[in-house]
């Protein structure tokens, strides 16, 4: 994700400099990147910081590195935060990054692995495992694991059983059969599943009855269908258009049309989406 993010100076051009603006001004004193109520917060951190590394900009590593400190070991972490502390310290430069706690991050993961019930927990499991560099479990295991959560509709769900799939688990799905090397059946399917979701005035559906386009449904649409090898050229004018009513001059990108925050995890969709729609 983060190296086809890089790609969104293409379109931002002299914009760049305000989202890292916008980026910067999101760090508290003490190291964290902000959440959407003003609060120092792990999950907006990595964001922030994929975020800032997607416009090729240096990231605050001394006081990120002191506020990654500040969670030990990861004791009481749930598996979202434990996943986003092993790769808040992967995002950071060698000299930080050497500071991890990768042993114990790494047994806290294998404690949270029964945990990976659904293709968001299971996505993020095996991402953390990577970022620690710790080996996975068989390609089949984890299939096996994925495939119990494809949607009745031929999507995939975050429960087994769904009769309809939503777009970012879809998406998930997709990458995460990827990073197993295991090839997707019934590629051209998904591909159209995930198409259908395309609003016609830009961005995609989380879901078929979901009331408005959001701005993470569409950039991890746009991020599966570019593994899926699909043509967007039918939707990606409208996805610019769309892109373009969230963007906003203080240099963040909001989430949907009745959104009215800025945050870091959208701002980092934007930049995802825009690296995908300049190929």
Not at 12 to 18: D, H, K, M, N, T
Not at 154 to 159: F, I, K, L, T
Not at 168 to 196: H, S, Y
Not at 234 to 244: N, T
């Amino acid at each position: 994700m983060l190296q086809v993010a890089r790609l969104a100076p293409r379109l931002l051009g002299e914009s760049a400099g305000l989202v890292e603006s916008f980026l910067r001004g999101q760090i508290d004193e003490g190291g964290a990147f902000r959440d959407r109520g003003g609060k120092g917060d792990l999950y907006y951190t990595v964001f922030g910081a994929e975020a800032l590394l997607a416009l090729r900009a240096d990231l605050p590593a001394e006081p990120l590195a002191r506020y990654l400190h500040s969670f030990g070991e990861g004791a009481g972490l749930d598996l979202v935060n434990t996943a986003c502390l092993a790769r808040a310290w992967a995002a950071l430069p060698p000299a930080q990054r050497a500071q991890a706690p990768v042993e114990a991050l790494a047994a806290r993961l294998a404690e949270h692995g029964e945990s990976a019930a659904t293709v968001y927990a299971l996505f993020l499991w095996v991402g953390a495992l990577q970022d620690l560099g710790q080996p996975l479990p068989p390609a089949s295991e984890l299939t096996t694991a994925l495939e119990a959560m494809r949607a009745d509709d031929g999507g995939y769900a975050n429960q087994p059983g769904a009769p309809r799939g939503q777009t970012p688990a879809t998406a998930a799905a997709v990458a995460l059969r990827r990073q197993l090397g295991v090839v997707v059946e019934q590629e051209p399917e998904l591909a159209a599943w995930l198409l259908a979701r395309a609003h016609r005035e830009g961005g995609f559906f989380a879901a078929p009855d979901a009331p408005l386009p959001d701005l993470l449904s569409t950039a991890t649409a746009l991020h599966a269908l570019a593994g899926l090898q699909a043509d967007i050229t039918p939707v990606r004018e409208a996805c610019l258009d769309f892109l373009d009513t969230l963007w906003t001059s203080r240099g963040g990108f909001l989430g949907h049309w009745a959104d009215d925050v800025l945050d870091c995890e959208y701002t980092y969709y934007g930049l995802l989406a825009l690296g995908h729609l300049s190929l």
